[in-house]
């Protein structure tokens, strides 16, 4: 159900009718459905191993979404563990390439420190300004330090209209 703009320009003392009803009732409909919304996920089935001094596609075969959009606000979301490949602490940074348009500074839109095994990394980032029509969404990193990280597992990546 589509979204229908609601009267605003009311005068005192003047009566509700069954249209401006319809109109309340069918954004009550499309409120209730945003799996209209357009969606695209993945979740990585294996280990993936990164090391790169400069923003890389993690995995350009999978975690490289396409969505078809009306013009409206995008959420694009990722969570994952991360290890590192060697006995050295190694720094980790996600960025989210756009049509080809990185969207962080030089150090992406989020980073870690990875100490540990198992290390836990997420982001939510709004793109806004997209016209609407197909487009790319890519999720990148690059390691510091010389050093490599591995991503687990069940990460998951996804992109949404909103």
């Known amino acids: ?10 005068n005192n003392g003047e009566l509700v009718t069954a249209e401006n009803m319809n109109a309340v009732g069918e954004n009550l409909a499309a409120l209730r459905e945003p799996s209209a919304n357009q969606i ?4 990585t089935p294996h280990d993936i191993i990164g090391h790169t001094d400069a923003f890389a596609d993690v995995d350009s075969n999978n975690l490289n979404l396409t969505l078809v959009t009306t013009g409206r606000d995008v959420l694009v979301h990722f969570h994952g563990f991360l290890n590192r490949t060697l006995g050295s602490n190694v720094d980790t940074y996600f960025d989210v390439d756009v049509d080809g348009n990185l969207q962080g500074n ?8 990875v100490t540990s095994v198992g290390m836990p990394v997420a982001f939510t980032r709004l793109v806004q300004g997209l016209s609407a029509g197909s487009h ?4 990148k990193w690059r390691n510091r330090r010389d050093r490599g990280s591995r ?8 992109v949404r209209e909103i």
């Open 40 to 43: 695209a996920v993945y979740t």
């Open 106 to 113: 030089t150090y992406g839109v989020t980073g870690i420190r």
């Open 136 to 139: 790319t969404f890519k999720l």
């Open 1 to 10: 159900m589509a979204w229908t703009k609601p009267k605003t320009d009311w």
């Open 151 to 158: 991503l687990l597992r069940s990460a998951q990546f996804w």
